[in-house]
T-cell receptor, first 113, second 112 residues
Framework: EPEVTQTPSHQVTQMGQEVILRCVPI?????FYWYRQILGQKVEFLVS????????KSEIFDDQFSVERPDGSNFTLKIRSTKLEDSAMYFC???????????FGEGSRLTVL | GQQLNQSPQSMFIQEGEDVSMNCTSS?????WLWYKQDPGEGPVLLIA?????ELTSNGRLTAQFGITRKDSFLNISASIPSDVGIYFC????????????FGQGTELSVKP
């Protein structure tokens, strides 16, 4: 069964460093998303991406964040200068045009020290 | 803001019991979904609901999209130990780039 894959599974970084999280969405999907989940809390929307541009973003997704689809398969989330409060599990998801049915990856755990 | 209120927060049940959890919102959603999350993993889609009043089953799971479009429930019948996990409801509105708003989750524990 096709799946969303994410790397790395865990990254530890120093505050102020740049981090890039990578995702390979399901191959025939057209919508791509990043969500985050702080430990013990609910899953929060960060950004959605369609047709090579951001279609929706949350207030969390400030200027420190950016997304890119550098080639036909990868979808990346960059955090320019990490803060302690960026420590969370980051989930990539993808969907066909059909509304609602997002498929999530296993997540990348980011720890900022 | 856009909030979903999910209850209960946690449930401790005996294997074989039925379980019910629900989500409510102060505003309308066009799609309701239910996801399950196991520790250290991503949410896995269980059921998607697209029309008000819709009742959909997936094995022992049944979910309904409320008539008002402001609520949904999920029932699990005859629970088994592998049902353990956190269940999240999620709502979606048209023209929001596919964004899902998640509830706070219901943590389910099943005692064999």
């Amino acid at each position: 069964e096709p799946e969303v894959t994410q790397t790395p599974s865990h990254q530890v970084t120093q505050m102020g460093q740049e981090v890039i999280l990578r995702c390979v969405p399901i191959s025939n999907h057209l919508y791509f998303y990043w969500y985050r989940q702080i430990l013990g809390q609910k899953v929060e929307f960060l950004v959605s991406f369609y047709n090579n541009e951001i279609s929706e973003k949350s207030e969390i997704f400030d200027d420190q964040f950016s997304v890119e689809r550098p080639d036909g398969s990868n979808f990346t989330l960059k955090i320019r200068s990490t803060k302690l409060e960026d420590s969370a599990m980051y989930f990539c998801a993808s969907s066909e045009p059909k509304p609602g049915e997002l498929f999530f990856g296993e997540g990348s755990r980011l720890t900022v020290l | 803001g856009q909030q979903l209120n999910q209850s209960p927060q946690s449930m401790f049940i005996q294997e074989g019991e039925d379980v019910s959890m629900n989500c409510t919102s102060s505003s309308i959603f066009n799609t309701w979904l239910w996801y399950k999350q196991d520790p250290g993993e991503g949410p896995v889609l269980l059921i998607a609901l697209y029309k008000a009043g819709e009742l959909t089953s997936n094995g022992r799971l049944t979910a309904q999209f409320g008539i008002t479009r402001k609520d949904s429930f999920l029932n699990i019948s005859a629970s088994i130990p592998s049902d353990v996990g956190i269940y999240f409801c999620a709502g979606q509105r048209y023209n929001q780039g596919g964004k899902l708003i998640f509830g706070q989750g219901t943590e389910l524990s099943v005692k064999p």
